[in-house]
T-cell receptor, first 112, second 116 residues
Framework: DTGVSQDPRHKITKRGQNVTFRCDPISEHNRLYWYRQTLGQGPEFLTYFQNEAQLEKSRLLSDRFSAERPKGSFSTLEIQRTEQGDSAMYLC??????????FGSGTQLSVL | AQSVTQLGSHVSVSEGALVLLRCNYSSSVPPYLFWYVQYPNQGLQLLLKYTTGATLVKGINGFEAEFKKSETSFHLTKPSAHMSDAAEYFCAVTPSNSGGYQKVTFGTGTKLQVIP
């Protein structure tokens, strides 16, 4: 069990640029979640995959956000035309069921 | 639909004193309830969980929580605070309906400060 791995740890970008984050879940976990966390707030749900199927996407998420999980293994989260309001910690978690989520250390995005 | 309310964004206790972090939930179906902890510069990790059975659940590092359905609460306690308990604590809820997808919803967190 190598844990959930996220890459990069930090990303600084200019407003309007596209960014992509990667998450490698624990290998036997079929469920994968993306959350966003801003200072002073709890993790906010973005989207959820069971295997390669994206089963839910938050209504709060604009069309600039897209996530994929090809082959049900790693996942990518892309943000197009970034805005300053997108600055946050992006968290990935994986699990076999809802009883225990295993979180990665997150990707800190700063949009200048 | 489900939601979590954590009372108090910051709690300070003296070392050796009782820790009490409050959590109230709302869920349209019987819930599973969780406490996660986030130490500085680390990812969230599960502290304890309630799914079914005994309503008083014990977790790591001496923490425990009690599920009270009548009060829709799941408060976290520890009899004696240690300096290493300083962290941010998140209460979370998910519906217990078996099978299928279950979204985990988090509260806004309580930052615990332990004063020597």
């Amino acid at each position: 069990d190598t844990g959930v791995s996220q890459d990069p740890r930090h990303k600084i970008t200019k407003r309007g640029q596209n960014v992509t984050f990667r998450c490698d879940p624990i290998s036997e976990h079929n469920r994968l979640y993306w959350y966003r966390q801003t200072l002073g707030q709890g993790p906010e749900f973005l989207t959820y995959f069971q295997n390669e199927a994206q089963l839910e996407k938050s209504r709060l998420l604009s069309d600039r956000f897209s996530a994929e999980r090809p082959k049900g293994s790693f996942s990518t989260l892309e943000i197009q035309r970034t805005e300053q309001g997108d600055s946050a910690m992006y968290l990935c978690a994986s699990s076999l069921g809802p009883e225990k989520l295993f979180f990665g250390s997150g990707t800190q995005l700063s949009v200048l | 639909a489900q939601s979590v309310t954590q009372l108090g964004s910051h709690v300070s206790v003296s070392e050796g004193a009782l820790v009490l972090l409050r959590c109230n939930y709302s869920s349209s179906v019987p819930p599973y309830l969780f406490w996660y902890v986030q130490y500085p510069n680390q990812g969230l990790q599960l502290l304890l969980k309630y799914t079914t059975g005994a309503t008083l659940v014990k977790g790591i590092n001496g923490f425990e929580a009690e599920f009270k359905k009548s009060e829709t609460s799941f408060h976290l306690t520890k009899p004696s605070a240690h300096m290493s308990d300083a962290a941010e604590y998140f209460c979370a809820v998910t519906p217990s309906n078996s099978g299928g997808y279950q979204k985990v919803t988090f509260g806004t967190g309580t930052k615990l400060q332990v004063i020597p």
